[in-house]
């Protein structure tokens, strides 16, 4: 059964009209629906949509690995012109690792804890080529240097977990690569990693790609990222591929309605939200079990015609003269699709006003004991140093990091979960930063709310909706009697534009986005002054990030709140927040209003930083920085400056100085500062990491 | 990790000494030294005799200071009788106090007197706990094999029909404690009136009147009458490890690090035996060594019920016969034996799981 | 009158229990017909170990409840001739009224096995789910803060905690049910008397000795004093966290709560309620306390370990950020999310202490001597196991079968709570 027969010009893998479904007690649940696809020799294919449209389970359809319920019920994947629907165990066992390798979303659940990393990786030419142990070490060793990862003899013998997130997903990747696959299929690859450590592992992906010459299945709900690293896309909606074809043919002249929401609802450089406010998908993602006849976006779309459009399923239409590009929409030849969108309510800027929050040097230390066992001696880790800002009423403030920055434990000490080690917070002019939250008065704790950034975590799933937004009115002692607090808890659900029904539900009932609302209504119950909102979207879907970021604003704007958003997602801070603070290793290494931090001069960071996020726009050019290596540990900081250890700009100071000394916080003109040491020339003349091409 | 061991060796003798206080305290209660008075002395002693005699035989002063006496730390009580003989702790009576060491307690190696035995405890326990260990052997010989294998088959394949019939056969011991399995299965094998025995005897199958013997004997191990003890035992421990096996294999089978073996094209044996059992097998280990608090539990019923004069026996003994110094010794051993495998089931995670060993 | 066949045993046993039956087919009935309205209960019946399991356990219940209706004779009656007669011996002598038959035979006593197999059921469901339900009041009431603060209460607790579980569950119990402990109280104010006193406080003749000089309490007596003492705290508590906003309701309901509680705990601990109608004999406290004091401990761990986990979740940090107490985030944030895991520890905690329970009868350090309860009818048979097995071999078999039910049950609603 070798592939000689396989002629290199036809597709690598032909998916055509797959279905499958998966089968529980009460029903059969279709997951995907006439589905199909072609990879050709070398292309990489992006298939994208949000959670729950099928695309993973595409993927472990060509791995034929759907677990004991799923079933491929109808169509064919032809892999190398063999069909892998009719293959046998044995069969795929000798295709799996070798022709088609997989790399996951979560690096260190796909490593074996128990098993070095040099023999999870030799094994996979020991067992399809039968090389020797030593050979296939060896090779293990040349491919992890392949995947640029430092001191290769000492990550062979290292166990998984003695690796940090990025070198795991490296690992991973060296894995798929043991056998030289002619397929790769990446689920997700970069969702668990960082913004700067993310751009390496695409910059690897993409290497390797050429360099080995591999077709990629590259999965992913993130359109910047498709863009960057695949040439051809095919958009996925409730189980369906709806549009597919060439990457800047679909990102430009897009032909299904569903890809023009998708690209309205996501914050490109250009939106704004007073000005050109993102324009949310109305309704809800169908259940799998409820999706509506004829098409499936049918109930959301703005070109909806009754009679038409739900009548029958619709199939797949190629678009006359494009590069294989295919809709699933009957009205796609009748639809304006250079019209503006109608109904883009422009919004009023709110103005901003006194300042409620002002924060000074303040400092947060904990004493940790290292030492697995428990003996060993204390270590500090610095989580917040000298952090100083001020935050205006009706303003919204950013709070930017990666993880490790400090971001939640300045939002702790803050709501006086934690207590500060130094420093002051003043809040309406009152010293609140040694008052752990039991102290703070009813005011005080009502004033100052926060946002959750898990929406299945921020509900007590044993309580229903309106019994917990209850229980905070009771707290903040709003209402006098259970009737009074009844009637505010349903106005509060009709703030958030949630059915007043829902009070009776139960947070299981709802989907991530409302229960997210539900969040913003029980913080806003005490009719909070500040609202720390702590990467409130970053775990939903775009279509449902607009839409509650919208939220958000709304209520903002009539409650002349303070909000602190804290995010690491530069697009969505670029377009809702008044002024921007970055964060690293607990440092604030630059503030300044939006315009400021996203123009240069930059802190070399947010240089990196800015870069580093992918942008789903093909007219916005792109410098790319590659930051080296992973962001250092909290525990182990390294001396000088924070930043020092990954900095490009590190040769341009003179002296060693970012080795030594902290830098400094410079302020240039308009209140900008940045904590650098480069010399104000060097900022000067820093070059735009994103620009606009000319239309 | 140095550190890590010592503390728990530190902890482990905290805990000692509390338990065996607490033990101590509860033996030494004045009810039990009324009744021990009557036994050794006279049934018919009037109450103020009785008070004389446990003074007399140094089991007068606090609590605190005979607990001290009897671990070997404070010196040893002596004193001279009405009829002036001199007695004491250390030396039988009518010898030389002098020539007596000064401390005699269980740290010096002195375990006291069993009434039961008419003897030192420490002989005649040591010889019971070796008729116990040779049981026990057995019924490790039998558990934990079985029950890994069971676990592990079960696990392997969650949901087929091998892991049913298994995984019911592991619920049905787990419900099923040693005296009712005991007492079934000598009904079943060894009872000359039901169950298979008479059916085998008339067939002329066996020679005597019954299969398997309903009591054993240290001095005489024979397959016929070491089978049902050690199967009475083992059975309910093969359940309950055969399930946490089975539950950490079926967690370790739904492991991403599973799906990566699987989909880099290793087999399901290969995947099985390479890349599942030993992430699997950490958590049943320390199942079983934690299982032995049970297992003691079952020794002392499988002893009682089939008359074995081991270590269960004699605490049934001591417990039964008042004999304080057999219980209080039955107690060191036995918390010993749960502390030293809590001990040994900390260290050996520890070494067995190299995401805790080298961090 | 004839000695009956197998099968004519079988039929007759059958037709004895038909009011469980009736129960049962009710219970399933409708339970099944309104399964979707149920919650984690209505879902067992989708699955088919649960619903075996639940039925093993409720055919149990059911015998218990109507045990009076089934006993085909007195319990402790003893008939002249029928000592270890097998299976369906015909009762010698049967007067107008009898039951014709010993079913499963008799004992070593001429008493009737089937009887009191079938009382047995009473005493051991009377005893083992209300044992485990206070195991899990004073395990919840101490796991709940110790895994949610941490520090040293958790240290120490757990410190205390591993201490009893080191023990070996056979000597505990030959520690705290031996008659000598029982009878032997501990006098709170020796220490302040002289020594005439106290003997004479001892002395069991003594009428003149100050009542209050010889105040004293037996060990389990004390552990009683100290364990029951933990559903009452756990549900002011409760209580008090949920409705402090509304003082009126909480005065209420608290007031309440202390009243009856207060009322129960003086019967049932001191066995000196002033009414009379809380009490426990003291040899059932003694295997009730020692049962309790066994099981605390794990369900101490099952649910620190919970809380653990669960304290760092989001709606927690809500809670904490809209400044909760502790025990209201404790109690209703956590707490209830922690009760899938929790009920089916219940079902299975509630087999082991069944377990527990035989183990104490099977050692002679039951309830009475001549209770029908299954571990000391065990014990009792085993004396005559070579020849007579019936009389220990019916009360195991029962034994084993209500264990193996709740263990079902358990699985079913694990596997039930797991799914979706």
């Given at each position: 059964?070798?592939?000689?027969?396989?002629?290199?010009?036809?597709?690598?893998?032909?998916?055509?009209?797959l279905s499958?479904?998966?089968?529980?007690?009460?029903?059969?649940?279709p997951?995907?629906?006439?589905?199909?696809?072609?990879?050709?020799?070398?292309?990489?294919m992006?298939l994208?949509?949000?959670?729950?449209c099928?695309?993973?389970?595409?993927a472990?359809?060509?791995?034929?690995?759907?677990?004991?319920?799923g079933?491929?019920?109808a169509?064919?994947?032809?892999?190398?012109?063999?069909?892998?629907?009719?293959?046998?165990?044995?069969?795929?066992?000798?295709?799996?690792?070798?022709?088609?390798?997989m790399i996951?979303?979560?690096?260190?659940?796909?490593?074996?804890?128990?098993?070095?990393?040099?023999?999870?990786?030799?094994?996979?030419?020991?067992i399809?080529?039968?090389?020797?142990?030593?050979d296939?070490?060896?090779?293990?060793?040349?491919?992890?240097?392949d995947?640029?990862?430092?001191?290769?003899?000492?990550?062979?013998?290292?166990?998984?977990?003695?690796?940090?997130?990025?070198?795991?997903?490296?690992i991973?990747?060296a894995?798929?690569?043991?056998?030289?696959?002619?397929?790769?299929?990446?689920?997700?690859?970069?969702?668990?990693?960082?913004?700067?450590?993310?751009?390496?592992?695409?910059?690897?992906v993409?290497?390797?790609?050429?360099?080995?010459?591999?077709?990629?299945?590259?999965?992913?709900?993130?359109?910047?990222?498709?863009?960057?690293?695949?040439?051809r896309?095919?958009?996925?909606?409730?189980?369906?591929?709806?549009?597919?074809?060439?990457?800047?043919?679909?990102?430009?002249?897009?032909?299904?309605?569903?890809?023009?929401?998708?690209?309205r609802?996501i914050?490109?450089?250009?939106?704004?939200?007073?000005?050109?406010?993102?324009i949310?998908?109305?309704?809800n993602?169908?259940?799998p079990?409820?999706?509506?006849?004829?098409?499936?976006?049918?109930?959301?779309?703005d070109?909806?015609?009754?009679?038409?459009?739900?009548?029958?399923?619709?199939?797949?239409?190629?678009?006359?003269?494009?590069?294989?590009?295919?809709?699933?929409?009957l009205?796609?030849?009748?639809?304006?699709?250079?019209?503006?969108?109608?109904?883009?309510?422009?919004?009023?800027?709110?103005p901003?006003?006194?300042?409620?929050?002002k924060?000074?040097?303040?400092?947060k230390y904990?004493?940790?004991?290292?030492?697995?066992?428990?003996g060993?001696?204390?270590?500090?880790?610095?989580a917040?140093?000298?952090?100083?800002f001020?935050a205006?009423?009706?303003?919204?403030?950013?709070i930017?990091?990666?993880?490790?920055?400090?971001?939640?434990?300045?939002?702790?000490?803050?709501?006086?979960?934690e207590?500060?080690?130094?420093?002051?917070?003043m809040?309406?002019?009152?010293?609140v930063?040694?008052?752990p939250?039991?102290?703070?008065?009813?005011?005080?704790?009502?004033?100052?709310q926060?946002?959750?950034?898990?929406?299945?975590?921020?509900?007590?799933?044993?309580?229903?909706?309106?019994?917990?937004?209850?229980?905070?009115?009771?707290?903040?002692?709003?209402?006098?009697?259970?009737?009074?607090?009844?009637?505010?808890?349903?106005?509060?659900l009709?703030?958030v534009?949630?059915?007043?029904?829902?009070?009776?539900?139960?947070?299981?009932?709802?989907?991530?986005?409302?229960?997210?609302?539900?969040g913003?209504?029980r913080?806003?119950a005490?009719?909070?002054?500040?609202?720390?909102a702590?990467?409130?979207?970053?775990?939903?879907?775009?279509?449902?990030?607009?839409?509650?970021?919208?939220?958000?604003?709304?209520?903002?704007?009539e409650?002349?709140?303070?909000?602190?958003?804290?995010?690491?997602?530069?697009?969505?801070?670029?377009?809702?927040s008044?002024?921007?603070?970055?964060m690293?290793?607990?440092?604030?290494?630059?503030?300044?209003?939006?315009?400021?931090?996203?123009q240069?001069?930059?802190?070399?960071?947010?240089?990196?930083?800015?870069?580093?996020?992918?942008i789903?726009?093909?007219?916005?050019?792109?410098?790319?920085?590659?930051?080296?290596?992973d962001?250092?540990s909290?525990?182990?900081?390294?001396p000088?400056?924070?930043f020092q250890?990954?900095?490009?700009?590190?040769?341009?100071?003179p002296?060693?100085?970012?080795?030594?000394?902290?830098?400094?916080?410079v302020?240039?003109?308009?209140?900008?500062?940045?904590?650098?040491?480069?010399?104000?020339e060097?900022?000067?003349?820093m070059?735009?990491?994103?620009?606009?091409?000319?239309e | 990790m140095?550190?890590?061991v010592?503390?728990?060796?530190?902890?482990?003798l905290?805990?000692?000494?509390?338990?065996?206080?607490?033990?101590f305290?509860?033996?030494?209660?004045?009810?039990?030294?009324?009744k021990?008075?009557?036994?050794?002395?006279?049934v018919?002693?009037?109450?103020?005799?009785?008070?004389?005699?446990?003074?007399?035989n140094?089991?007068?002063?606090?609590?605190?200071?005979?607990y001290?006496q009897?671990?070997?730390?404070?010196?040893?009580?002596?004193?001279?009788?009405?009829?002036g003989?001199?007695?004491?702790?250390?030396?039988?009576?009518?010898?030389?106090?002098?020539?007596?060491?000064?401390?005699?307690?269980?740290?010096?190696?002195?375990?006291?007197?069993?009434?039961?035995?008419?003897?030192?405890?420490?002989?005649?326990?040591?010889?019971?706990?070796g008729?116990?260990?040779?049981?026990?052997?057995?019924v490790?010989?039998?558990?934990?094999?079985t029950?890994?294998?069971i676990?592990?088959?079960?696990?392997?394949?969650?949901?087929?029909?091998?892991?049913r019939v298994?995984?019911?056969?592991?619920?049905?011991?787990?419900?099923?404690?040693?005296?009712?399995s005991?007492?079934?299965l000598?009904?079943?094998l060894?009872?000359?009136?039901?169950?298979?025995?008479?059916?085998?005897?008339?067939?002329?199958?066996?020679?005597?009147?019954?299969?398997?013997q309903?009591?054993?004997?240290?001095?005489?191990?024979?397959?016929?009458?070491?089978?049902?003890?050690?199967?009475?035992?083992?059975?309910y421990?093969?359940?309950?490890?055969?399930?946490?096996?089975?539950?950490?294999?079926?967690?370790?089978?739904?492991?991403?690090?599973?799906r990566?073996?699987?989909l880099?094209?290793?087999?399901?044996r290969?995947?099985?035996?390479?890349?599942?059992?030993?992430?699997?097998?950490?958590a049943?280990f320390?199942?079983?060594m934690?299982?032995?608090?049970?297992?003691?539990?079952?020794?002392?019923?499988?002893e009682?019920?089939?008359?074995?004069?081991g270590?269960?026996?004699t605490?049934?003994?001591?417990?039964?016969?008042?004999?304080?110094?057999?219980?209080?010794?039955?107690s060191?051993?036995?918390?010993?034996?749960?502390?030293v495998?809590q001990?040994?089931?900390?260290?050996?995670?520890?070494?067995?799981?190299?995401?805790?060993?080298?961090? | 009158?004839?000695?009956?066949?197998?099968?004519a045993?079988?039929?007759?046993?059958?037709?004895?229990?038909?009011?469980?039956?009736?129960?049962?087919?009710?219970?399933f009935?409708?339970?099944?017909?309104?399964?979707?309205?149920l919650?984690?209960y209505?879902?067992?019946?989708?699955?088919?170990?649960g619903?075996?399991?639940?039925?093993?356990?409720?055919f149990?219940?059911?015998?218990a409840?109507?045990?009076?209706?089934?006993?085909?004779?007195?319990?402790?009656?003893?008939?002249?001739?029928?000592?270890n007669?097998?299976?369906?011996?015909?009762?010698?002598?049967?007067?107008?009224g009898?039951?014709?038959?010993?079913?499963?035979?008799?004992d070593?006593?001429?008493?009737?096995?089937?009887?009191?197999?079938?009382?047995?059921?009473?005493?051991?469901l009377?005893?083992a789910?209300?044992?485990?339900?206070?195991?899990f009041?004073?395990?919840?009431?101490?796991?709940?803060?110790?895994?949610?603060f941490?520090?040293?209460?958790?240290?120490?607790?757990?410190?205390?905690?591993n201490?009893?579980?080191?023990?070996?569950?056979?000597?505990?119990?030959?520690?705290?049910?031996?008659?000598?402990i029982?009878?032997?109280?501990?006098?709170?104010?020796?220490?302040?008397?002289?020594?005439?006193?106290?003997?004479?406080c001892?002395a069991?003749?003594?009428?003149t000795?100050?009542?209050?000089?010889?105040?004293?309490l037996?060990?389990?007596?004390?552990?009683a004093?100290?364990?029951?003492?933990?559903?009452i705290?756990?549900?002011?508590?409760?209580?008090?966290?949920?409705?402090?906003?509304?003082?009126m309701?909480?005065n209420?309901?608290?007031?309440?709560?202390?009243?009856?509680?207060l009322?129960?705990?003086?019967?049932?601990?001191?066995?000196?309620?002033?009414?009379?109608?809380?009490?426990m004999?003291?040899?059932?406290?003694?295997?009730?306390?020692?049962?309790?004091?066994?099981?605390?401990?794990?369900?101490?761990?099952?649910?620190?370990?919970?809380?653990?986990?669960?304290?760092?979740?989001?709606?927690?940090?809500?809670?904490?950020?809209?400044?909760?107490?502790?025990w209201?985030?404790m109690?209703?944030?956590?707490?209830?999310?922690?009760r899938?895991?929790?009920?089916?520890?219940?079902?299975l905690?509630?087999?082991?202490?069944?377990?527990?329970?035989?183990?104490?009868?099977?050692?002679?350090?039951?309830?009475?001597?001549d209770?029908?309860?299954?571990?000391?009818?065990?014990?009792?048979?085993?004396?005559?196991?070579?020849?007579?097995?019936?009389?220990?071999?019916?009360?195991?078999?029962?034994?084993?079968?209500?264990?193996?039910?709740?263990?079902?049950?358990?699985?079913?609603?694990?596997e039930?709570?797991?799914?979706d």
């Amino acid at each position: 059964m070798a592939d000689t027969t396989w002629d290199p010009s036809k597709p690598i893998l032909e998916i055509e009209n797959l279905s499958i479904s998966f089968f529980t007690r009460l029903r059969e649940i279709p997951a995907v629906m006439d589905f199909s696809c072609t990879v050709m020799a070398g292309e990489a294919m992006g298939l994208v949509g949000e959670s729950g449209c099928g695309k993973s389970t595409v993927a472990l359809a060509v791995m034929r690995d759907l677990g004991k319920n799923g079933k491929i019920v109808a169509g064919s994947i032809k892999f190398k012109g063999r069909d892998l629907t009719h293959m046998n165990d044995e069969e795929l066992r000798q295709i799996r690792g070798s022709e088609i390798a997989m790399i996951y979303q979560e690096p260190m659940a796909s490593l074996n804890p128990a098993m070095k990393v040099g023999a999870q990786l030799a094994e996979v030419p020991m067992i399809h080529s039968g090389m020797s142990k030593e050979d296939a070490w060896k090779l293990a060793r040349q491919i992890v240097a392949d995947v640029r990862l430092p001191d290769p003899d000492r990550i062979i013998n290292a166990y998984p977990h003695q690796l940090s997130g990025g070198q795991q997903q490296r690992i991973v990747i060296a894995m798929a690569l043991m056998a030289k696959p002619a397929l790769l299929i990446l689920d997700e690859p970069t969702t668990a990693l960082d913004v700067t450590v993310e751009a390496g592992i695409v910059d690897l992906v993409k290497d390797l790609g050429k360099k080995y010459g591999t077709s990629m299945l590259f999965i992913s709900h993130n359109l910047g990222l498709v863009m960057d690293v695949c040439d051809r896309i095919c958009v996925m909606y409730s189980g369906e591929a709806v549009e597919t074809g060439n990457v800047i043919e679909v990102f430009d002249k897009m032909r299904h309605p569903y890809t023009q929401a998708l690209f309205r609802s996501i914050p490109l450089p250009g939106a704004d939200k007073n000005a050109r406010p993102l324009i949310s998908i109305p309704g809800n993602f169908p259940l799998p079990h409820e999706r509506p006849s004829g098409c499936n976006f049918g109930p959301r779309c703005d070109y909806f015609q009754a009679g038409r459009c739900d009548a029958r399923d619709i199939p797949m239409d190629p678009v006359p003269g494009g590069d294989r590009h295919a809709s699933r929409c009957l009205r796609w030849s009748e639809i304006d699709w250079d019209a503006p969108p109608a109904k883009r309510a422009v919004k009023e800027k709110a103005p901003i006003g006194r300042v409620v929050l002002k924060m000074e040097d303040l400092k947060k230390y904990y004493a940790i004991s290292s030492g697995a066992f428990g003996g060993g001696e204390k270590k500090v880790v610095k989580a917040n140093e000298t952090l100083s800002f001020e935050a205006r009423e009706g303003e919204t403030l950013a709070i930017v990091g990666e993880s490790g920055c400090g971001k939640s434990t300045f939002a702790k000490v803050l709501m006086g979960l934690e207590t500060a080690t130094s420093g002051s917070i003043m809040l309406f002019d009152e010293n609140v930063q040694s008052t752990p939250i039991q102290k703070r008065n009813v005011d005080t704790v009502s004033s100052v709310q926060m946002v959750f950034q898990n929406p299945f975590d921020t509900l007590n799933p044993s309580m229903t909706v309106g019994r917990q937004i209850i229980r905070a009115l009771e707290i903040f002692k709003q209402g006098k009697s259970d009737e009074d607090r009844q009637n505010r808890m349903l106005e509060l659900l009709d703030l958030v534009k949630l059915p007043r029904a829902f009070a009776e539900r139960m947070p299981r009932q709802l989907s991530g986005g409302q229960k997210q609302r539900v969040g913003i209504a029980r913080a806003f119950a005490g009719g909070a002054k500040v609202v720390v909102a702590d990467e409130p979207v970053s775990a939903l879907d775009v279509s449902v990030q607009a839409a509650v970021t919208d939220l958000l604003m709304d209520i903002q704007r009539e409650n002349r709140t303070t909000l602190l958003f804290i995010s690491h997602d530069l697009s969505i801070v670029r377009y809702l927040s008044d002024r921007v603070l970055v964060m690293y290793l607990g440092h604030v290494v630059e503030t300044g209003t939006t315009d400021q931090v996203f123009q240069p001069p930059y802190h070399p960071y947010t240089e990196a930083l800015l870069s580093a996020v992918p942008i789903a726009d093909t007219k916005v050019i792109r410098k790319r920085i590659v930051l080296e290596g992973d962001i250092p540990s909290a525990v182990n900081p390294p001396p000088g400056c924070p930043f020092q250890t990954r900095c490009r700009w590190k040769a341009q100071v003179p002296g060693g100085l970012c080795d030594r000394e902290v830098p400094p916080m410079v302020t240039l003109e308009g209140g900008h500062q940045i904590k650098c040491h480069l010399s104000r020339e060097i900022l000067a003349e820093m070059e735009p990491v994103i620009k606009v091409a000319a239309e | 990790m140095l550190i890590f061991v010592v503390r728990r060796l530190g902890l482990m003798l905290l805990s000692a000494f509390v338990l065996t206080f607490v033990v101590f305290y509860l033996t030494n209660l004045p009810p039990n030294l009324e009744k021990l008075a009557r036994s050794e002395g006279s049934v018919r002693m009037t109450d103020e005799a009785v008070a004389q005699w446990i003074i007399d035989n140094g089991h007068g002063g606090s609590v605190l200071g005979r607990y001290g006496q009897w671990l070997g730390v404070v010196p040893g009580w002596s004193n001279v009788d009405e009829k002036g003989v001199p007695r004491g702790r250390c030396f039988a009576a009518g010898t030389d106090p002098a020539l007596a060491p000064r401390y005699c307690g269980i740290l010096q190696g002195d375990w006291g007197y069993s009434t039961y035995f008419r003897g030192p405890v420490l002989p005649n326990l040591g010889e019971k706990l070796g008729a116990t260990g040779i049981l026990m052997l057995w019924v490790m010989i039998v558990m934990i094999p079985t029950s890994l294998l069971i676990g592990i088959l079960a696990g392997m394949r969650e949901g087929s029909r091998t892991d049913r019939v298994l995984s019911t056969f592991s619920i049905a011991t787990t419900a099923t404690p040693e005296y009712v399995s005991g007492v079934v299965l000598v009904a079943l094998l060894a009872s000359p009136v039901t169950g298979l025995s008479p059916l085998l005897s008339e067939w002329g199958l066996i020679d005597g009147k019954i299969l398997f013997q309903g009591a054993a004997s240290p001095d005489r191990i024979t397959f016929w009458s070491f089978t049902l003890p050690v199967l009475t035992i083992a059975l309910y421990g093969i359940g309950y490890i055969a399930r946490m096996t089975r539950a950490s294999m079926t967690e370790v089978m739904t492991a991403q690090y599973i799906r990566t073996a699987r989909l880099k094209g290793v087999g399901f044996r290969q995947v099985v035996l390479r890349h599942a059992l030993r992430n699997a097998l950490i958590a049943p280990f320390t199942v079983i060594m934690l299982q032995f608090p049970w297992l003691l539990n079952g020794v002392v019923i499988v002893e009682t019920l089939f008359n074995y004069k081991g270590f269960g026996w004699t605490l049934v003994v001591a417990a039964g016969n008042n004999d304080i110094n057999l219980l209080l010794g039955c107690s060191v051993v036995a918390v010993f034996v749960v502390l030293v495998t809590q001990l040994i089931s900390d260290i050996g995670y520890v070494f067995l799981n190299p995401r805790i060993r080298l961090s | 009158m004839e000695d009956l066949s197998y099968t004519a045993i079988l039929v007759r046993i059958l037709a004895q229990l038909l009011p469980v039956w009736i129960a049962l087919v009710v219970t399933f009935a409708l339970s099944v017909s309104f399964k979707r309205r149920l919650g984690l209960y209505g879902k067992l019946f989708d699955s088919p170990v649960g619903m075996i399991g639940f039925g093993m356990v409720m055919f149990w219940v059911f015998t218990a409840i109507l045990a009076d209706m089934i006993v085909t004779f007195d319990p402790y009656a003893q008939f002249s001739g029928m000592r270890n007669v097998p299976l369906g011996t015909a009762l010698a002598g049967a007067t107008e009224g009898d039951y014709s038959h010993f079913l499963l035979g008799g004992d070593s006593l001429a008493r009737d096995v089937f009887s009191r197999m079938v009382m047995g059921a009473r005493s051991v469901l009377s005893i083992a789910p209300a044992a485990t339900a206070f195991a899990f009041m004073v395990g919840i009431t101490l796991g709940v803060p110790a895994g949610y603060f941490g520090g040293r209460f958790d240290t120490g607790l757990s410190f205390v905690a591993n201490l009893v579980l080191a023990f070996p569950v056979i000597l505990l119990f030959y520690l705290l049910v031996t008659p000598e402990i029982v009878d032997h109280k501990i006098l709170f104010f020796s220490a302040f008397l002289p020594d005439a006193t106290e003997l004479a406080c001892r002395a069991k003749d003594s009428v003149t000795a100050d009542t209050f000089a010889c105040f004293g309490l037996s060990i389990p007596t004390m552990l009683a004093a100290v364990l029951f003492i933990f559903p009452i705290i756990f549900i002011s508590i409760l209580l008090n966290a949920r409705f402090f906003t509304n003082p009126m309701k909480r005065n209420l309901y608290v007031g309440v709560v202390l009243v009856i509680g207060l009322w129960a705990y003086s019967g049932l601990a001191f066995n000196m309620d002033p009414l009379g109608v809380w009490s426990m004999e003291p040899n059932l406290l003694n295997v009730f306390v020692s049962v309790v004091f066994v099981n605390a401990p794990t369900v101490f761990r099952i649910v620190r370990g919970i809380v653990m986990d669960l304290k760092a979740r989001d709606y927690v940090a809500a809670g904490q950020t809209r400044g909760e107490g502790p025990w209201y985030i404790m109690l209703w944030e956590i707490l209830p999310n922690a009760r899938g895991p929790l009920i089916v520890d219940f079902c299975l905690r509630i087999g082991y202490t069944t377990i527990l329970l035989g183990t104490l009868g099977f050692f002679g350090l039951g309830v009475a001597p001549d209770s029908p309860d299954w571990g000391s009818t065990i014990d009792e048979g085993r004396k005559t196991l070579n020849m007579f097995p019936h009389a220990a071999v019916v009360p195991a078999l029962a034994l084993m079968s209500l264990v193996l039910g709740l263990n079902l049950l358990a699985d079913g609603l694990r596997e039930e709570s797991l799914r979706d």
